[in-house]
């Protein structure tokens, strides 16, 4: 029997937690949209809570589905019921603990001491009492053993590697890796078992957030003027591990790049290899915690069975979806999916030939996204203005919205979606490039081989008034949109629309912010990973069977994409290739030259 009944009964709406609070009004010119941020701590009496948080106040919370509730902001409701176009009135309710845990998980590697109890019901992961651990031994393999002095429960640090008897070997390792050598490649080149190969991988991991630490925590004192970001999404996916069933696992990744130095910030995938997925499920049933509406879950960041399950049934396998004829099209297409299958936010496709990875826990993606967000806010609290362009994915514009509040309300950061086409030749993006310069020149009067860029910038940002005036409604979407006049090989066609309000801006200020707006580093990041990883490359179908997919580069432990990724984000950013001398991380400040392999493989010896 569960213990529900012995429970306290929890808020209507969630309190902050660690200062995180991701429920309330989305949009940016309602009264609303700072209310339930303005509590600071909470002493346990709910009349003393602010008139947001209290029945009859100026939210109503309702119900949606099974264990989900929704949060209704009465203002924008009601002036949306006086005509004017809001659809975003309503969000399902998220657990602010659960974000916290998220973002504790991703941000583990700048943190002096990430040790935590892997108990999650432990007091000390749920916010009631600080993480105390004390030393207790060590393990068979030396490794160092803790215990938890809240909850009792003992463990080891992660594995640490093995002694590394060939050290030589490293850095030659470190560049197999980064340059799309397969596993039993390496080893074959370095004359290694595969499983040396993988505890070599597991301390180049270790050393790169090492690194990583020592540069990034500097970001936090930064006094950055201006960041230009574009933030966008992956989706991988590992084979399967039993013949007798071929469903897949997929995993989403998170990327935010830096429009000016290229620099990736973060990149996060919604897997949590620490997590006992069969520990969770059980805790979930012997205290009742799974009939708790999803918000006030304990275990609510993680993915357990029955609700995936539940979720893989209500989509078809096979889907009939309007044909896109053009970008328009493609809006409002993903419009009309995510209002019928990502009302939560949460952006998986998951139906029946997906499956929960066979180790380790897979995290809502919506609690991801947030992490990711939160995690850039910490980064970026020194500078003066941010401005995030966000693939049109579901969650992503609403994660950028609860992490950036405060900033948003003072004007000190905008948001902007954008959809590109993707589906050109090279032959048509070329035509397009030359209708578009043909264009500028018959605008300037400037012929073709003589036009700057300077020039294409001042045309673009006329078009960008004009198309200002008429912008395009896409039904069931509160943004206006446009079509972006600038064409590039990169991106040939590209539809854009502002989140925030940027009528304080003048309107060639306006345009000037709509001309930058792109997905292109974020875009660039993922095509150097997937060609220079095998791990990263696309799957192919598998057979006669188009619902299984396999590829032979593709991991089977989930948590490879998280190393993997770690490591070749860390060498993207400071090391470069050979044909570029100026890497990321020196445009942005954090290095005087590229860092060369072993400097990072020796940064700390462990």
């Not at 029997?1 to 609070?21: H, N, T, Y």
């Not at 220079?532 to 593709?554: C, K, L, V």
């Amino acid at each position: 029997m569960g213990k529900k009944s012995f429970q306290k009964q929890p808020p209507r709406i969630p309190l902050p937690v660690e200062g995180i609070q991701v429920n309330g009004c989305r949009n940016p010119t309602c009264k609303n949209f700072l209310s339930l941020n303005s509590i600071k701590k909470f002493d346990g009496d709910e009349k003393e809570l602010p008139e947001a948080y209290q029945r009859g106040g100026s939210y109503r919370v309702a119900g949606t589905g099974k264990h989900t509730a929704s949060l209704v902001c009465e203002i924008c409701s009601g002036r949306k019921k006086q005509g004017e176009n809001i659809t975003a009135v309503s969000t399902t309710l998220k657990s602010n603990q659960a974000v916290h845990e998220e973002l504790s998980r991703i941000a583990s590697y700048l943190e002096e001491n990430p040790l935590v109890c892997p108990n999650e019901a432990c007091d000390s992961n749920i916010g009631k009492k600080p993480k105390a651990v004390k030393k207790n031994g060590k393990t068979s393999t030396g490794n160092q053993r803790y215990q938890c002095l809240h909850c009792g429960k003992s463990f080891s640090e992660k594995p640490k590697t093995r002694k590394q008897t060939k050290p030589h070997l490293n850095k030659l390792l470190f560049r197999l890796l980064v340059n799309k050598e397969p596993i039993r490649r390496i080893a074959e080149l370095l004359k290694i078992s595969e499983s040396t190969v993988y505890d070599k991988i597991r301390f180049i991991h270790r050393q790169c957030l090492a690194f990583a630490k020592s540069r990034e925590k500097k970001l936090e004192k930064i006094d950055f003027e201006r960041l230009y970001l574009s933030t966008d999404r992956i989706i991988l996916m590992t084979n399967w591990f039993r013949r007798n069933d071929k469903r897949n696992s997929d995993l989403y990744g998170i990327a935010t790049a830096c429009l000016d130095s290229s620099y990736v910030f973060a990149f996060n995938f919604n897997f949590d290899g620490a997590v006992s997925l069969s520990e969770a499920e059980n805790d979930s049933k012997e205290t009742g915690d799974h009939e708790l509406a999803k918000h006030h879950r304990k275990h609510a960041r993680i993915w357990l069975s029955q609700e995936f399950n539940e979720a893989a049934k209500s989509r078809p396998t096979k889907e009939k979806l309007p044909v896109a004829g053009s970008l328009r099209d493609e809006i409002q297409i993903k419009v009309l999916v995510d209002a019928k299958y990502n009302a939560s936010g949460g952006s998986e496709q998951i139906d029946p030939t997906k499956q929960l990875p066979a180790r380790g826990a897979m995290v809502h993606n919506e609690y991801t996204m947030l992490a990711h967000f939160f995690l850039l806010k910490r980064f970026f609290k020194n500078t003066e203005k941010t401005r995030f362009f966000l693939d049109l994915d579901s969650g992503m514009k609403t994660a950028y919205i609860s992490a950036f509040r405060e900033e948003i309300a003072e004007g000190r950061s905008d948001g902007f979606l954008v959809r590109t086409s993707k589906n050109k030749t090279n032959d048509e993006k070329e035509k397009l490039v030359a209708e578009f310069r043909k264009m500028a020149s018959e605008s300037t009067g400037i012929p073709v081989r003589k036009l700057t860029h300077q020039d294409l910038k001042g045309v673009t940002n006329n078009l960008i008034v004009e198309r200002l005036e008429l912008p395009i409604r896409i039904p069931n979407s509160p943004e206006r949109w446009i079509e972006h006049p600038w064409v590039s090989k990169a991106e040939p066609e590209k539809m854009v629309a502002a989140v925030t309000d940027l009528s304080k801006y003048d309107v060639m200020h306006q345009a000037n912010l709509y001309r930058k707006v792109t997905l292109a580093p974020a875009d660039r990041f993922f095509m150097n990973i997937r060609r220079m990883s095998t791990y990263f490359e696309r799957p192919f179908q598998s057979g006669t069977s188009m619902s299984r997919i396999w590829h032979g580069y593709s991991a089977y432990n989930p948590e490879m994409y998280t190393i993997i990724g770690d490591i070749f984000r860390v060498h993207y950013n400071y090391c470069g290739r050979s044909s570029r001398k100026v890497t990321p991380a020196m445009k942005l400040g954090l290095a005087k030259a590229p860092i060369p392999e072993e400097k990072i493989l020796y940064y700390k010896k462990y």
